[in-house]
């Protein structure tokens, strides 16, 4: 699914991430960048998509912050690269946001989850592809296929 899981298991969460820092000052700032390969379903199948985590000093008490470096069609995804998944929000009304016992491989799986389970149309951060898919399925697969050819391979 995604190397960073396996990264993050072979670490030990944040041991020997790339991190930077300076002797003088106390504040770490990790961030890790990888990619997540959407394998045989649904319309995202065979894109490899780069996202970057940064691990703020507040961690655990505060989500990480997730940014997708591939510009994609997604409706939970701006063309920038913003992130509408709830697990990343510190304060979420439905109760399935950030908690400190959630960790990286829980935004692993969360992310994989918005190609597949997670797809939303109905609340979208990316109201246009939202209403694109609503118009014309096809021409949605289309342009999400365009994208991964383009930017995603």
Known sequence: MLTLASKLKREDGLKGSRTSATASDSTRRVSVRDRLLVKDEGYYQGGKFQFETEVPDAYNMVPPKVKCLTRIWHPNITETGEICLS?????????????????????VWGLNSLFTDLLNFDDP??????????RDKEDFRNKVEDYIKRYAR
Not at 89 to 106: F, M, Q, V, Y
């Open 87 to 107: 697990l990343l929000r510190e304060h979420s009304i439905d109760g399935t946001g950030w908690a400190p016992t959630r960790t990286l491989k829980d935004v």
């Open 125 to 134: 951060l990316n109201i246009e592809a939202a209403e694109h898919h609503l």
